[in-house]
């Protein structure tokens, strides 16, 4: 993927409030960040941040994180930022990194429009494959909860049967998202697909823990 670089890319990235510098430092007491015993929601592969910033705005009672690996897409979304919030945060990191950033605190996490990767020899890097499956596990605090979509019908159907395989149950499943509700948040890419026409595929996964 070819990133069109930002004019005051570092100034951005150095002087915003919404920018956590040093993420590992929270594993496990990101309350604690917030100042709150709210759930917590994590996107992983935010983008330029819409579907993030909108639900931090709609949601006060809930503290959101964007979670992004570039730079430069970062620095796109963080001046659009509602500087009001106090509910949103931004970090800058690999997602294979995630279980060294969180720890049993994470309520649900969003995989919206995720890198398809279609080689087949690259299928472990999806978001969605058992390899983060597994990492989700530690990070989530209590029930599992994954809210997917996606324009991409072979990484949705490889998903599907990603998270039966690790036990999951799947809820709200839908090959054409905007046919059934108009009442939703979207990302900047799924306004791009669904204005073409593109049917856009979304799952809530659940699983949920034995008492």
Known sequence: ?????????????????????????????????FGNNNPIYIEIGMGKGKFIRENALKYPNINFIGI????????????????SLS???IVRMDALEIDKVFA??????????SDPWPKKRHHLRRLSSKVFLEKYSSIF?????????????????????????AGYVLKDLTFNLHNNT?????????????????????VRAIKCLKK
């Not at 605090?141 to 990484?155: A, K, Q, S, V």
């Open 1 to 33: 993927m070819r990133l069109r670089n930002v004019k005051n890319k570092e100034e951005i990235l150095s002087s915003s409030k919404f920018l956590v510098k040093n993420p590992k430092d929270y594993c496990g007491r990101w309350k604690e960040y």
């Open 68 to 83: 992004e690996k570039y730079d430069s897409v970062v620095a796109k979304c963080l001046p659009k930022i509602d500087d």
């Open 182 to 202: 108009d009442d939703i948040i979207t990302t900047e890419y799924e306004d791009r697909f669904s204005s073409r026409g593109m049917p856009i595929y979304a």
């Open 87 to 89: 509910n949103l945060a």
């Open 104 to 113: 049993h605190e994470i309520s649900r996490i969003y995989l919206n429009f």
């Open 141 to 165: 605090l209590g029930d599992y909860e994954i809210l997917m979509r996606t324009d991409n019908e072979d990484l949705f159907c490889y998903s599907l049967m990603s998270f039966s395989e």
